[in-house]
T-cell receptor, first 112, second 110 residues
Framework: GAGVSQSPSNKVTEKGKDVELRCDPI?????LYWYRQSLGQGLEFLIY????????KSGLPSDRFSAERTGGSVSTLTIQRTQQEDSAVYLC??????????FGPGTRLTVL | SQQGEEDPQALSIQEGENATMNCSYK?????LQWYRQNSGRGLVHLIL?????REKHSGRLRVTLDTSKKSSSLLITASRAADTASYFC??????????FGKGTKLTVNP
């Protein structure tokens, strides 16, 4: 079946604007994760959704970042009032419970 | 911090040689996973090794885990140019999230 998809693949925005990044997980995967990867760095955990449980938001860097997952499927990561340090590749992954994570191709965000 | 630390940061070898990458961590783990990333985009899962396992194989890949030393190694045998990528270890502790290291950048020269 189809893998994890993310849109847009690239996003260029001006400082201070809001952006929305979308993730479509693999059908049937109950867990969904968002990560951020800055140039040449490892992945930084942002947020985790599992079924109907309250999400683990412990990785969100500031209150400008939020995410939701509608109907246990599609997720949207929103960054308000973007800053230049928000520039990074945002990666989404999905999995069955306690299983390997399948990653999408990422969204490259550039804040000018 | 649970974060895995890969060593070396960069590795350059000739095609046909073996490549060994190491990962060290600081806390107890449920499992440890290795991922590969090409061209700075999506990651591909390679191997998952549980805390009660010591070694796993998958094709040309061999992963070891030493929980007493809090370390793991990834061995790629008979490397190919197509193995050129960044390799990350990821730690799963008590929660569901994975904590990634900064990766080892492997270059396999033809």
């Amino acid at each position: 079946g189809a893998g994890v998809s993310q849109s847009p693949s690239n996003k260029v925005t001006e400082k201070g604007k809001d952006v929305e990044l979308r993730c479509d997980p693999i059908s049937g995967h109950t867990a969904l994760y968002w990560y951020r990867q800055s140039l040449g760095q490892g992945l930084e955990f942002l947020i985790y959704f599992q079924g109907n449980s309250a999400p683990d938001k412990s990785g969100l860097p500031s209150d400008r970042f939020s995410a939701e997952r509608t109907g246990g499927s599609v997720s949207t990561l929103t960054i308000q009032r973007t800053q230049q340090e928000d520039s990074a590749v945002y990666l989404c992954a999905s999995s069955l419970v306690r299983a390997e994570q399948f990653f999408g191709p990422g969204t490259r965000l550039t804040v000018l | 911090s649970q974060q895995g630390e890969e060593d070396p940061q960069a590795l350059s070898i000739q095609e046909g040689e073996n490549a060994t990458m190491n990962c060290s961590y600081k806390t107890s783990i449920n499992n440890l996973q290795w991922y590969r990333q090409n061209s700075g985009r999506g990651l591909v899962h390679l191997i998952l090794i549980r805390s009660n396992e010591r070694e796993k194989h998958s094709g040309r890949l061999r992963v070891t885990l030493d929980t007493s030393k809090k370390s793991s190694s990834l061995l790629i045998t008979a490397s190919r140019a197509a193995d050129t990528a960044s390799y990350f270890c990821a730690i799963r502790g008590g929660s569901e999230k994975l904590v990634f290291g900064k990766g080892t950048k492997l270059t396999v020269n033809p």
